[in-house]
């Protein structure tokens, strides 16, 4: 293509993603770093991506063990391997044709997962019944999820679809409704309660939306993404009885169901509820759930393979989601062997059932415990708060940005918090995500918070303690402000504000700065950092280009195995 005005118009509009250019930077330091060039860092540090393997989390063997099988059949021959590994792997290859994984399937999956995975959701929902008919299998549950906005998109010169989405939402859903040309409709998720779906915010976005679009869908993660909230029964209810009031299709995105950890919480499918509901609500109210191989304590994001199930969905609609389905031929074969393991895994008296539940309850157990430790912390930064994740790999704080990030961000053209991340990267080597990739950037700018996306799934031998020369009461009054200011005036003034690494500290001695008693300590990186005078003034220089962007310390060391960084953000100094 010679010219930019021949790419399709819709290519064209959709939305790019900050945290592109953010793994594209981070690629290049990278490079750089292995060339030989002199950073603060010697390595680039991802807290964001999601990728449990990338993460270092080890695999499930029972998982790889029979998929090893099923590459190489000569290893059903291996008595090295468990009894139920080989004939796992065995009874999976005679559901491939030739005995191999080299050959097609049909395009909506493998009959034998489809028929496990039905079985695996009437098990989950109390015997609410599923049909393998009723399965498709997709690479990953992204994919499964374009082939339904796609269908829902209005004909030319017709009043455009539109799709409740909430505010924040998984990163690729708004690119993923621009591709399908539909038009996403945001509504609030309500932070202080715990990122609840609220009824009448639901009601509210639905009436703006009319007159410039037509609301045929609303989508929900549960547990949410980024935000790991949870809803109850009675939250699912209220969603279901709106959805068949307004004639809205519900999409149910799940690909966290087995990633519950909140106190109280457990998770509850639509489906499930939905089916417990009226007979007039369950069979009428068209529901399609999500769930992915890629999510959750799998992890499994490289085999790429997730499914759908379409309920109360017309015969003749489905008609065209298999031929839309078509186009893709079939998810990678290895990636369906690997959902029929997730879905069916070993039970009790098999040989490799007890590793199995020692190796889930391990990635289980670190998640929670990765998550409750880095919300404890994130809580304790000045300016910064945290809700509790429920389910999910990530955390969701928001913080509120001194003025001189939002002003250069303004000049630039950019979204503080994307600036925000960036900076971070080029000065410290971490990789954040943004807030405002998750559809949350007008909302959070009135509010004057943003967000930033974190991510808890990671080696428990990845958490080391930090290096520190401080001693433990002054480390505390500094995680606790005491150390910011002293005058209740500016106590109040600095309520809800990042601390400033430089603080002001005038003569008249109205304002106390910083008092660190340690004269030197190491930032585990290798640098020193001494307190010196500056211009009548108490300083903490850390040898950085300002500002030093984020505040990570033990909390969540977890996220850097090698090196943990503390430092406090730049205001308006």
């Given at each position: 293509?010679?010219?930019?005005?021949?790419?399709?118009?819709?290519?064209?509009?959709?939305r790019?993603?900050?945290?592109?250019?953010?793994?594209?930077?981070a690629?290049?330091?990278?490079?750089?770093?292995?060339?030989?060039?002199?950073?603060?860092?010697?390595?680039?540090?991802?807290?964001?991506?999601?990728d449990?393997?990338?993460?270092g989390?080890?695999?499930?063997?029972?998982?790889?063990?029979?998929?090893a099988?099923?590459?190489?059949?000569?290893?059903?021959?291996?008595?090295?391997?468990?009894?139920?590994?080989?004939?796992?792997?065995?009874?999976?290859?005679?559901?491939?044709?030739?005995?191999?994984?080299?050959?097609?399937?049909?395009?909506?999956?493998?009959?034998?997962?489809?028929?496990?995975?039905?079985?695996?959701?009437?098990?989950?929902?109390?015997?609410?019944?599923?049909?393998?008919?009723?399965?498709?299998?997709?690479?990953?549950?992204?994919?499964?999820?374009?082939?339904?906005?796609?269908?829902?998109?209005?004909?030319?010169?017709?009043?455009?679809?539109?799709?409740?989405?909430?505010?924040?939402c998984?990163?690729k859903?708004?690119?993923?409704?621009?591709d399908?040309?539909?038009?996403l409709?945001?509504?609030r998720?309500?932070?202080?309660r715990?990122?609840?779906?609220?009824?009448?915010?639901?009601?509210?976005?639905?009436e703006?939306?009319?007159?410039?679009?037509?609301?045929?869908?609303?989508?929900?993660?549960?547990p949410?993404?980024?935000?790991?909230?949870?809803?109850d029964?009675?939250?699912?209810?209220?969603?279901?009885?709106?959805?068949?009031?307004?004639?809205?299709?519900?999409l149910?995105?799940?690909?966290y169901?087995?990633?519950?950890?909140?106190?109280?919480?457990?998770?509850?499918?639509?489906?499930?509820?939905?089916?417990?509901?009226?007979?007039?609500?369950?069979?009428?109210?068209e529901?399609?759930?999500?769930?992915?191989?890629?999510?959750?304590?799998?992890?499994?994001?490289?085999?790429?393979?997730?499914?759908?199930?379409?309920?109360?969905?017309?015969?003749?609609?489905?008609?065209?989601?298999?031929?839309?389905?078509?186009?893709?031929?079939?998810?990678?074969?290895?990636?369906?062997?690997?959902?029929?393991?997730?879905?069916?895994?070993?039970?009790?008296?098999?040989?490799?059932?007890?590793?199995y539940?020692?190796?889930?309850?391990?990635?289980?157990?670190?998640l929670?415990?990765?998550?409750?430790?880095?919300?404890?912390?994130?809580n304790?930064?000045?300016?910064?708060?945290?809700?509790?994740?429920?389910?999910?790999?990530?955390?969701?704080?928001s913080?509120?940005?001194?003025?001189?990030?939002?002003?250069?961000?303004?000049?630039?053209?950019?979204?503080?918090?994307?600036?925000?991340?960036?900076?971070?990267?080029?000065?410290?080597?971490?990789?954040?995500?943004?807030?405002?990739?998750?559809?949350?950037?007008?909302?959070?700018?009135?509010a004057?918070?943003?967000?930033?996306?974190?991510?808890?799934?990671?080696?428990?031998d990845?958490?080391?303690?930090?290096?520190?020369?401080?001693?433990?009461?002054?480390?505390?009054?500094?995680?606790?402000?005491?150390?910011?200011?002293?005058?209740?005036?500016?106590?109040?003034?600095?309520?809800?504000?990042?601390?400033?690494?430089?603080?002001?500290?005038?003569?008249?001695?109205?304002?106390?700065?910083?008092?660190?008693?340690?004269?030197?300590?190491?930032?585990?990186?290798?640098?020193?950092?001494?307190?010196?005078?500056?211009s009548?003034?108490?300083?903490?220089?850390?040898?950085?280009?300002?500002?030093?962007?984020?505040?990570?310390?033990?909390?969540?060391?977890?996220?850097?195995?090698?090196?943990?960084i503390?430092?406090?953000?730049?205001?308006?100094?």
């Amino acid at each position: 293509m010679s010219s930019l005005q021949r790419v399709n118009p819709r290519v064209r509009g959709m939305r790019g993603s900050p945290q592109a250019a953010l793994q594209s930077l981070a690629a290049r330091i990278t490079q750089e770093i292995s060339q030989g060039a002199q950073k603060s860092f010697t390595e680039v540090i991802d807290v964001e991506s999601g990728d449990p393997h990338g993460a270092g989390m080890k695999s499930i063997s029972f998982v790889r063990q029979v998929l090893a099988v099923c590459l190489c059949p000569q290893l059903l021959k291996d008595k090295s391997l468990p009894l139920d590994v080989r004939l796992r792997a065995q009874s999976l290859l005679e559901s491939c044709d030739g005995g191999s994984v080299g050959a097609y399937t049909p395009s909506s999956g493998l009959h034998r997962v489809r028929q496990s995975i039905a079985e695996f959701i009437t098990r989950r929902d109390a015997g609410a019944p599923s049909y393998a008919k009723d399965i498709y299998i997709s690479a990953g549950s992204q994919m499964a999820m374009m082939v339904l906005v796609k269908m829902m998109a209005s004909g030319q010169g017709e009043t455009p679809a539109g799709v409740l989405t909430p505010a924040p939402c998984p990163p690729k859903l708004p690119m993923l409704l621009d591709d399908a040309g539909l038009t996403l409709v945001p509504y609030r998720l309500t932070e202080e309660r715990g990122w609840a779906v609220e009824l009448d915010e639901l009601h509210r976005a639905l009436e703006a939306a009319r007159g410039r679009c037509e609301p045929r869908a609303i989508y929900l993660s549960n547990p949410g993404i980024p935000t790991g909230h949870m809803q109850d029964r009675k939250s699912i209810e209220e969603v279901i009885r709106f959805a068949a009031a307004e004639k809205l299709v519900l999409l149910a995105d799940e690909v966290y169901q087995d990633s519950v950890y909140g106190a109280g919480s457990e998770f509850v499918s639509y489906k499930r509820v939905l089916f417990e509901m009226d007979k007039h609500l369950s069979d009428t109210v068209e529901l399609v759930s999500f769930h992915s191989l890629s999510s959750g304590c799998m992890g499994e994001c490289g085999l790429r393979a997730g499914f759908m199930e379409a309920v109360n969905m017309d015969a003749g609609v489905m008609h065209y989601v298999d031929t839309l389905m078509c186009f893709d031929i079939s998810a990678p074969v290895t990636g369906q062997l690997a959902l029929d393991l997730m879905v069916n895994p070993p039970k009790p008296g098999d040989a490799s059932y007890d590793t199995y539940t020692q190796e889930i309850l391990l990635t289980r157990a670190t998640l929670s415990q990765n998550a409750q430790r880095a919300w404890h912390f994130l809580n304790a930064l000045p300016g910064m708060s945290c809700q509790p994740a429920m389910g999910g790999i990530f955390l969701y704080p928001s913080l509120r940005l001194p003025a001189a990030i939002t002003e250069q961000a303004e000049a630039l053209g950019v979204e503080p918090d994307a600036l925000y991340c960036q900076r971070l990267l080029q000065e410290e080597g971490v990789i954040v995500g943004a807030g405002c990739q998750h559809g949350d950037a007008a909302a959070a700018a009135a509010a004057d918070r943003r967000h930033l996306r974190l991510c808890v799934l990671v080696p428990p031998d990845a958490c080391s303690p930090p290096n520190r020369k401080w001693d433990a009461q002054t480390r505390a009054q500094i995680l606790n402000g005491d150390k910011v200011c002293t005058t209740a005036r500016n106590q109040d003034q600095n309520r809800g504000r990042v601390a400033p690494l430089f603080p002001r500290r005038p003569s008249d001695g109205g304002t106390a700065g910083v008092s660190v008693k340690t004269p030197t300590w190491s930032t585990g990186s290798g640098r020193r950092c001494q307190r010196r005078q500056r211009s009548g003034r108490q300083s903490v220089n850390l040898h950085l280009p300002r500002p030093s962007l984020l505040l990570l310390g033990p909390g969540l060391s977890c996220w850097g195995p090698r090196r943990s960084i503390e430092y406090c953000m730049t205001a308006d100094d």
